[in-house]
Protein backbone atom coordinates (compact mmCIF):
# COMPACT_ATOMS: atom_id res chain seq x y z
CA UNK A 1 0.00 0.00 0.00
CA UNK A 2 1.22 3.31 -0.88
CA UNK A 3 2.19 5.82 1.68
CA UNK A 4 -0.47 9.21 2.19
CA UNK A 5 2.25 11.28 0.68
CA UNK A 6 4.93 11.33 -2.03
CA UNK A 7 8.08 12.62 -2.64
CA UNK A 8 11.30 12.24 -4.93
CA UNK A 9 13.29 9.23 -3.89
CA UNK A 10 17.19 9.74 -2.65
CA UNK A 11 18.82 8.05 -0.15
CA UNK A 12 20.56 9.70 3.18
CA UNK A 13 23.96 8.34 5.03
CA UNK A 14 23.31 5.74 6.97
CA UNK A 15 23.04 7.52 10.92
CA UNK A 16 25.35 6.03 14.22
CA UNK A 17 23.88 3.85 16.59
CA UNK A 18 20.33 5.81 18.15
CA UNK A 19 20.85 7.52 21.40
CA UNK A 20 18.44 7.92 24.38
CA UNK A 21 15.70 10.39 24.24
CA UNK A 22 16.15 10.39 20.26
CA UNK A 23 15.27 6.80 18.94
CA UNK A 24 14.46 6.26 15.32
CA UNK A 25 11.72 4.01 15.97
CA UNK A 26 9.24 4.47 18.16
CA UNK A 27 6.46 2.11 19.62
CA UNK A 28 3.69 3.18 20.41
CA UNK A 29 1.41 0.19 22.46
CA UNK A 30 -1.95 -0.35 23.73
CA UNK A 31 -6.08 0.50 23.43
CA UNK A 32 -6.61 3.25 25.77
CA UNK A 33 -7.31 5.76 22.46
CA UNK A 34 -6.68 9.18 24.69
CA UNK A 35 -3.13 8.29 25.73
CA UNK A 36 -2.44 7.17 22.51
CA UNK A 37 -3.54 10.76 20.66
CA UNK A 38 -1.50 12.35 23.63
CA UNK A 39 1.86 10.03 22.83
CA UNK A 40 1.40 10.54 18.80
CA UNK A 41 0.89 14.40 19.36
CA UNK A 42 3.72 14.97 21.59
CA UNK A 43 5.83 12.91 19.25
CA UNK A 44 4.97 14.83 16.10
CA UNK A 45 5.71 17.79 17.92
CA UNK A 46 9.22 16.64 18.70
CA UNK A 47 10.16 15.18 15.54
CA UNK A 48 8.46 17.79 13.58
CA UNK A 49 7.99 20.52 15.40
CA UNK A 50 5.41 22.88 16.22
CA UNK A 51 4.34 23.82 12.42
CA UNK A 52 5.80 21.61 10.31
CA UNK A 53 4.49 22.04 6.34
CA UNK A 54 1.60 19.97 5.95
CA UNK A 55 1.77 16.53 4.29
CA UNK A 56 5.12 17.51 3.03
CA UNK A 57 6.97 15.84 6.15
CA UNK A 58 4.66 12.84 7.46
CA UNK A 59 4.23 9.85 5.92
CA UNK A 60 1.10 7.53 7.00
CA UNK A 61 0.41 3.67 6.34
CA UNK A 62 -2.04 1.08 7.51
CA UNK A 63 0.09 -2.00 8.50
CA UNK A 64 -2.37 -4.36 7.50
CA UNK A 65 -1.65 -3.39 4.25
CA UNK A 66 1.27 -1.82 4.18
CA UNK A 67 4.81 -3.53 2.64
CA UNK A 68 8.23 -3.06 4.40
CA UNK A 69 9.87 -2.43 1.30
CA UNK A 70 7.42 0.65 0.72
CA UNK A 71 7.57 1.92 4.62
CA UNK A 72 11.28 2.41 4.80
CA UNK A 73 11.75 3.72 1.05
CA UNK A 74 9.28 6.56 2.74
CA UNK A 75 11.59 6.37 6.00
CA UNK A 76 14.79 7.26 3.50
CA UNK A 77 13.34 10.32 1.96
CA UNK A 78 14.16 13.45 2.65
CA UNK A 79 12.04 16.16 3.39
CA UNK A 80 11.81 18.30 1.16
CA UNK A 81 10.96 21.72 3.80
CA UNK A 82 11.48 19.81 7.12
CA UNK A 83 14.81 18.16 8.10
CA UNK A 84 13.49 14.94 9.77
CA UNK A 85 10.56 12.64 8.26
CA UNK A 86 7.88 11.19 10.06
CA UNK A 87 6.47 7.77 9.02
CA UNK A 88 3.57 6.60 11.10
CA UNK A 89 2.06 2.87 10.89
CA UNK A 90 -1.15 2.41 12.30
CA UNK A 91 -2.36 -1.27 13.30
CA UNK A 92 1.02 -2.52 13.22
CA UNK A 93 0.26 -5.94 14.88
CA UNK A 94 0.48 -7.66 11.82
CA UNK A 95 2.94 -5.82 10.26
CA UNK A 96 5.28 -6.85 13.58
CA UNK A 97 4.38 -10.00 12.93
CA UNK A 98 5.36 -10.33 9.48
CA UNK A 99 8.63 -8.14 9.59
CA UNK A 100 9.87 -7.89 13.18
CA UNK A 101 13.80 -9.38 12.29
CA UNK A 102 13.69 -6.84 9.79
CA UNK A 103 12.63 -3.41 11.96
CA UNK A 104 14.98 -5.06 14.50
CA UNK A 105 17.82 -5.02 11.63
CA UNK A 106 16.56 -1.33 10.32
CA UNK A 107 17.34 -0.54 14.37
CA UNK A 108 21.36 -1.35 14.30
CA UNK A 109 21.68 0.86 10.91
CA UNK A 110 18.74 3.58 10.74
CA UNK A 111 18.97 6.51 8.36
CA UNK A 112 19.66 9.63 9.67
CA UNK A 113 16.41 12.17 9.86
CA UNK A 114 13.47 9.76 9.39
CA UNK A 115 11.78 8.58 12.31
CA UNK A 116 9.61 5.15 12.19
CA UNK A 117 6.83 4.97 14.50
CA UNK A 118 4.85 1.82 14.56
CA UNK A 119 1.35 1.98 16.51
CA UNK A 120 -0.29 -1.72 17.17
CA UNK A 121 -2.93 -2.59 19.94
CA UNK A 122 -1.02 -5.94 21.77
CA UNK A 123 1.53 -5.51 24.04
CA UNK A 124 5.47 -5.82 22.78
CA UNK A 125 7.12 -6.83 26.57
CA UNK A 126 8.59 -10.23 25.32
CA UNK A 127 9.63 -9.00 21.50
CA UNK A 128 13.82 -8.42 21.17
CA UNK A 129 12.66 -4.87 19.12
CA UNK A 130 10.98 -3.76 22.77
CA UNK A 131 13.85 -4.52 24.59
CA UNK A 132 16.20 -2.69 22.10
CA UNK A 133 13.79 0.24 22.12
CA UNK A 134 12.84 0.32 25.77
CA UNK A 135 16.36 1.48 27.06
CA UNK A 136 16.62 4.41 24.73
CA UNK A 137 13.22 5.66 25.29
CA UNK A 138 11.75 4.58 21.81
CA UNK A 139 8.50 2.31 23.85
CA UNK A 140 5.42 4.36 25.11
CA UNK A 141 2.80 2.13 26.55
CA UNK A 142 -0.86 3.44 26.07
CA UNK A 143 -2.84 1.78 29.04
CA UNK A 144 -5.99 3.15 30.88
CA UNK A 145 -4.69 3.26 34.82
CA UNK A 146 -6.29 1.16 37.32
CA UNK A 147 -9.26 2.35 38.98
CA UNK A 148 -7.87 3.12 41.71
CA UNK A 149 -4.84 5.00 40.09
CA UNK A 150 -7.33 7.65 38.32
CA UNK A 151 -7.66 10.19 40.98
CA UNK A 152 -3.83 10.83 41.12
CA UNK A 153 -4.46 10.77 37.12
CA UNK A 154 -6.79 13.53 37.48
CA UNK A 155 -4.34 14.93 39.68
CA UNK A 156 -1.79 15.08 37.57
CA UNK A 157 -3.46 15.93 34.27
CA UNK A 158 -4.86 18.66 35.84
CA UNK A 159 -1.25 20.08 36.65
CA UNK A 160 0.55 19.20 33.81
CA UNK A 161 -2.55 20.30 31.10
CA UNK A 162 -4.25 23.13 33.09
CA UNK A 163 -1.99 24.43 35.44
CA UNK A 164 -4.44 23.76 38.03
CA UNK A 165 -4.80 22.33 41.47
CA UNK A 166 -6.80 19.67 42.68
CA UNK A 167 -7.36 18.53 46.26
CA UNK A 168 -7.95 14.32 46.36
CA UNK A 169 -10.92 14.28 47.53
CA UNK A 170 -11.94 16.87 44.47
CA UNK A 171 -10.59 14.40 42.30
CA UNK A 172 -11.90 11.19 44.00
CA UNK A 173 -15.23 12.84 43.11
CA UNK A 174 -14.93 14.25 39.51
CA UNK A 175 -13.95 10.02 38.61
CA UNK A 176 -17.23 9.44 40.50
CA UNK A 177 -19.23 11.22 38.06
CA UNK A 178 -17.20 11.42 35.16
CA UNK A 179 -16.77 7.99 34.95
CA UNK A 180 -12.94 6.27 34.19
CA UNK A 181 -12.96 7.15 30.76
CA UNK A 182 -9.79 9.67 29.86
CA UNK A 183 -11.48 11.77 27.24
CA UNK A 184 -14.40 12.49 29.39
CA UNK A 185 -12.11 13.13 32.47
CA UNK A 186 -9.91 15.35 30.47
CA UNK A 187 -12.99 16.80 28.80
CA UNK A 188 -14.84 17.84 32.94
CA UNK A 189 -11.17 18.87 33.95
CA UNK A 190 -11.02 21.48 30.77
CA UNK A 191 -14.53 22.63 32.14
CA UNK A 192 -13.01 23.06 35.33
CA UNK A 193 -10.61 25.21 35.02
CA UNK A 194 -12.25 27.50 33.03
CA UNK A 195 -14.94 27.49 35.70
CA UNK A 196 -12.55 28.62 38.93
CA UNK A 197 -10.92 31.88 36.88
CA UNK A 198 -8.20 32.87 38.30
CA UNK A 199 -7.89 30.67 41.38
CA UNK A 200 -5.57 28.07 41.29
CA UNK A 201 -7.15 25.28 42.70
CA UNK A 202 -9.90 22.95 41.90
CA UNK A 203 -12.21 22.15 45.01
CA UNK A 204 -15.15 19.63 46.02
CA UNK A 205 -17.27 22.03 45.93
CA UNK A 206 -16.52 23.24 42.27
CA UNK A 207 -16.76 19.41 40.66
CA UNK A 208 -20.18 19.34 42.46
CA UNK A 209 -21.73 22.36 41.10
CA UNK A 210 -19.86 22.11 37.49
CA UNK A 211 -20.28 18.31 36.58
CA UNK A 212 -23.62 17.10 37.12
CA UNK A 213 -24.48 13.22 36.96
CA UNK A 214 -28.20 14.31 35.82
CA UNK A 215 -26.62 16.11 32.90
CA UNK A 216 -24.48 13.28 31.88
CA UNK A 217 -27.52 11.14 31.31
CA UNK A 218 -29.43 14.07 29.56
CA UNK A 219 -26.47 14.66 26.80
CA UNK A 220 -26.51 11.24 26.50
CA UNK A 221 -30.11 11.35 25.68
CA UNK A 222 -29.66 14.31 23.69
CA UNK A 223 -27.71 12.09 20.86
CA UNK A 224 -30.28 9.27 21.42
CA UNK A 225 -33.02 11.79 20.01
CA UNK A 226 -31.14 13.03 17.05
CA UNK A 227 -30.76 9.53 16.41
CA UNK A 228 -34.01 8.75 16.58
CA UNK A 229 -35.31 11.91 14.32
CA UNK A 230 -36.87 13.39 17.10
CA UNK A 231 -35.67 16.89 17.19
CA UNK A 232 -38.92 18.19 19.66
CA UNK A 233 -36.97 15.59 22.17
CA UNK A 234 -33.67 16.43 21.46
CA UNK A 235 -34.23 19.86 22.29
CA UNK A 236 -35.89 19.58 25.31
CA UNK A 237 -33.43 17.14 26.60
CA UNK A 238 -30.86 19.95 25.69
CA UNK A 239 -32.54 22.69 27.78
CA UNK A 240 -32.51 20.05 30.99
CA UNK A 241 -28.82 20.14 29.79
CA UNK A 242 -28.38 23.47 30.35
CA UNK A 243 -30.57 24.22 32.98
CA UNK A 244 -29.97 25.05 36.84
CA UNK A 245 -26.56 25.75 36.31
CA UNK A 246 -24.17 28.87 34.87
CA UNK A 247 -21.11 26.99 33.59
CA UNK A 248 -23.44 24.20 31.98
CA UNK A 249 -22.49 25.84 29.06
CA UNK A 250 -18.57 25.32 29.33
CA UNK A 251 -19.08 21.26 29.62
CA UNK A 252 -22.43 20.10 27.39
CA UNK A 253 -20.70 20.81 24.31
CA UNK A 254 -17.83 18.89 24.95
CA UNK A 255 -19.83 16.13 26.60
CA UNK A 256 -21.38 15.79 23.16
CA UNK A 257 -18.71 15.91 21.09
CA UNK A 258 -17.47 12.60 23.84
CA UNK A 259 -20.30 10.78 22.78
CA UNK A 260 -19.98 11.29 19.20
CA UNK A 261 -16.41 10.30 19.94
CA UNK A 262 -17.94 7.29 21.23
CA UNK A 263 -19.70 6.37 18.63
CA UNK A 264 -16.98 7.33 16.23
CA UNK A 265 -14.28 4.41 17.94
CA UNK A 266 -17.47 1.88 17.75
CA UNK A 267 -18.01 2.36 14.30
CA UNK A 268 -14.09 2.38 13.32
CA UNK A 269 -13.93 -1.13 15.26
CA UNK A 270 -16.67 -3.08 13.17
CA UNK A 271 -15.54 -1.09 10.11
CA UNK A 272 -12.19 -3.22 10.80
CA UNK A 273 -13.60 -6.40 11.55
CA UNK A 274 -14.26 -6.30 15.93
CA UNK A 275 -16.10 -8.36 17.44
CA UNK A 276 -19.44 -7.27 17.23
CA UNK A 277 -19.90 -8.04 21.29
CA UNK A 278 -16.63 -5.92 21.97
CA UNK A 279 -18.92 -2.50 22.11
CA UNK A 280 -22.30 -2.01 23.37
CA UNK A 281 -25.69 -1.92 22.06
CA UNK A 282 -26.19 1.35 22.26
CA UNK A 283 -22.70 2.25 20.56
CA UNK A 284 -24.09 -0.43 17.83
CA UNK A 285 -27.08 1.80 17.43
CA UNK A 286 -26.12 4.20 15.94
CA UNK A 287 -28.05 5.25 11.85
CA UNK A 288 -25.04 7.68 10.78
CA UNK A 289 -21.94 6.57 9.01
CA UNK A 290 -18.49 7.49 9.95
CA UNK A 291 -18.14 10.57 7.40
CA UNK A 292 -21.51 11.94 8.76
CA UNK A 293 -20.05 11.10 12.58
CA UNK A 294 -16.74 12.74 12.26
CA UNK A 295 -18.53 15.91 10.15
CA UNK A 296 -20.57 16.54 13.82
CA UNK A 297 -17.56 15.85 15.76
CA UNK A 298 -15.97 18.15 13.62
CA UNK A 299 -18.79 21.11 14.30
CA UNK A 300 -19.17 20.09 17.80
CA UNK A 301 -15.45 20.61 18.57
CA UNK A 302 -15.15 23.96 16.52
CA UNK A 303 -18.16 25.10 18.71
CA UNK A 304 -16.39 23.74 21.94
CA UNK A 305 -13.20 25.75 21.18
CA UNK A 306 -15.27 29.19 20.66
CA UNK A 307 -16.70 28.84 23.87
CA UNK A 308 -13.72 28.10 25.99
CA UNK A 309 -11.38 30.73 23.73
CA UNK A 310 -13.89 33.73 23.54
CA UNK A 311 -16.86 32.48 25.54
CA UNK A 312 -18.79 32.31 22.01
CA UNK A 313 -22.45 31.36 21.94
CA UNK A 314 -23.34 27.60 21.86
CA UNK A 315 -26.86 27.10 22.81
CA UNK A 316 -28.22 28.32 19.29
CA UNK A 317 -25.38 26.26 18.03
CA UNK A 318 -26.15 23.50 19.44
CA UNK A 319 -29.90 23.89 18.64
CA UNK A 320 -29.20 24.48 14.78
CA UNK A 321 -27.01 21.00 15.13
CA UNK A 322 -29.64 19.50 16.62
CA UNK A 323 -32.41 19.74 13.82
CA UNK A 324 -30.05 19.42 11.23
CA UNK A 325 -28.87 15.76 12.33
CA UNK A 326 -32.41 15.04 13.97
CA UNK A 327 -34.14 15.57 10.24
CA UNK A 328 -31.28 14.19 8.16
Request: proline share 4%.
Amino acid sequence: MAARSTSSRSSRTAAPTPVAGDPPVHLVTGTDLFIRREVLAALTRKILGDDPPDGLALAEFDGEEAELAAVLDEVRTPGLLAPRRLVRVDNSDEFLTKYRQKVEEYLEHPTEGGVLVLICDRKQTSSRLYKLLKPIDGVHECETPKPQALPGWVVERARTAYDRGIDAQAARLLVDQAGDTLDRLDSELAKLAVFVGDRSTITTADVEEAVGAHREKAVFGVMDAINERNPARALQLWDQVLAGSKTAEFGAVGGLAFVVRQLIDAKRFALTGGRHGAVSKWQRSTRFSLIQLEEMLALLVKMDSAAKSSGGETRLGVEKFIVTYATR
